[in-house]
């Protein structure tokens, strides 16, 4: 065994972690929180024997680029050129880690607040340690930082009827791993110096989506105290769940693609046969999403998100949400923040606030393309490859003390920092962030609409 450093005592056991970039901040990787079957909902962990030795990332989920070698594709070289590049990564089903980042001094009756963060990548992709990921600044800011990785793809989102009769429910089991997830830290950040009472959950893009379930479903009631939502927070029609039961048909196609007569054979199918299928069904839809993401279950979704909004039956909890200038469908984007903000506060919840991101990235001439502002977000801008300036450093210490002041109190504004003044029905302006110095102001949505069908962005 190796040399035990910032020995904790959890719940579940004792854990060792490990160094990071940041001085004075101890990290925790690869923490099990569950374990899973395929096609079964997660088993929590609650005890191991032993010494945890959480000192290297755990596996990711396979994910179609765990078949084939990213660099070499075309249509992928942007984002693996962005995130990736010069990493490895392991894939399992076996994938249900988290990581955790904290000050090495915080203890027990620290009462840090914790940021949860949930990643992105379509549903289909990604993981938690990616290199805007790797050590998020905001330990540093006194707040506790968390990531994790859940299931994706076939492996999270198939329905089947044989499925519903076997556990009284079928899909969404990536949606569960989450809340699995967000229970496990509840019951452990503790023994990190973090304060199960003071949560916010963020995510961006699919994640930011996710951040949206949990603040939709009943069964994360009492979960998290805040939320961040970056480039898919909100409800719009266009996006709300399917039953599970308009789902089957898609899924059988996947198991006669793969050549199974029935669950027993495609549980047992090799996870790139089973993948290559998902992927040849897929082509034969309309709408890919649709059919490879959130459904409504029963359980986790009961109704579109539209109705439980409209009934305000959502999380009434303070939020942050926004997006970029060059995002993936931008004036969408911007409507469902400037909506949800709306809603909010004639349903007399706490403040909401809305941001727009427009620094345009130095390096290439793709602006502020969907993702760009997560390392400034995370503060991880070292790990980036762009000829990045003073200016970025400025925006990204700007950005990541918005967010930690906003976990700790629900309001990002003060240390100094320009006013972030609430999106409501009196106040219609976002922060804008980026080109010039923070400031309240507006995006124009008719050059969003032309952003939308000129752009070249195509996301995770």
């Known amino acids: 065994m190796s040399e035990l450093k910032y020995l904790r005592h959890t719940p579940c056991g004792d854990i060792a972690g490990t160094d990071c970039q940041w001085s004075g901040v101890a ?22 024997d032993g010494v945890y030795e959480a000192t290297e990332y755990g596996a990711c989920c396979y994910q179609p680029r765990a078949f084939y070698d990213e660099s070499q594709v075309a249509e992928k070289a942007f984002y693996y050129n962005e995130f990736r590049r010069g990493e490895t990564y392991r894939y399992s089903e076996d994938c249900l880690f988290l990581n955790i980042w904290t000050p090495a001094d915080a203890a027990p009756d620290s009462k840090l607040p914790v940021i949860f963060y949930i990643h992105g990548g379509g549903f289909t992709g990604g993981c938690g340690h990616e290199k805007h990921f790797d050590g998020p600044e905001w330990p540093t800011k006194g707040c ?17 009827d044989e499925l519903a009769k076997e556990a009284g429910h079928t899909g969404n089991y990536g949606l569960f791993d989450q809340l699995c997830a967000l229970q496990w830290v509840r019951a452990n950040i503790g023994a990190f110096g973090g304060d199960a009472d003071n949560i916010t959950v963020m995510g961006q893009s699919a994640g930011a989506m996710s951040v949206q ?25 266009m ?11 898609f899924w059988e196609n996947v198991m006669a693609k793969a050549g199974c007569a029935d669950l027993a054979a495609l549980r047992a199918l090799a996870p790139e046969t089973l993948f290559t299928a998902w992927q040849e069904a897929k082509k034969e839809c309309k709408n890919a999403m649709t059919v ?49 903000c709306k ?26 393309w969907h993702s760009s502002d997560l390392w400034y977000w995370f503060g991880t801008l070292d790990h980036c490859w762009r000829p990045l300036t003073a200016t970025d ?8 003390t918005y967010l930690t002041n906003f976990a700790k109190t629900g309001n990002p504004n003060g240390g100094g920092m320009p006013t972030w003044t609430p999106l409501d029905a009196a106040h219609t302006k976002v922060l804008r962030l980026g080109e010039q110095p923070p400031h309240m102001g507006k995006a124009s949505l008719a050059k969003l609409v032309w952003t939308m069908l000129t752009n070249k962005a195509v996301g995770e």
């Not at 579109?304 to 969408?332: C, F, K, N, W």
């Open 239 to 249: 996006l709300s769940a399917k039953p599970v039961e308009e789902l089957y048909p």
């Open 144 to 160: 506790v930082a968390v990531t994790i990785n859940y299931r994706l793809g076939p492996l999270a989102f198939a329905c089947l």
């Open 213 to 237: 379930q949990l603040c939709l479903t009943p069964l994360a009631e009492g979960l998290f105290a805040k939320a961040v939502m970056s480039s898919g927070g909100g409800v719009s029609k």
């Open 343 to 368: 809603t909010q506060d004639e349903q007399n919840g706490p403040a909401c606030f809305g941001w727009f991101f427009d620094r345009q990235l130095p390096g290439d001439k793709n602006g502020a």
């Open 27 to 48: 990290a925790y990787k690869g923490i099990r929180y569950a374990t899973a079957a395929r096609w079964c909902y997660p088993e929590p962990v609650t005890h191991w």
């Open 292 to 340: 490879s993401g959130p459904a409504q279950d029963g359980v986790f979704i009961c109704k579109p998100g539209t109705e439980v909004v409209a009934a305000g039956e959502q999380r009434h909890i303070p939020y942050m949400l926004g997006m970029t200038s060059e995002d993936i469908m931008p004036p969408i984007l911007y409507t469902m923040v400037k909506g949800w």
């Open 393 to 400: 450093k400025v925006l990204s210490a700007q950005m990541v």
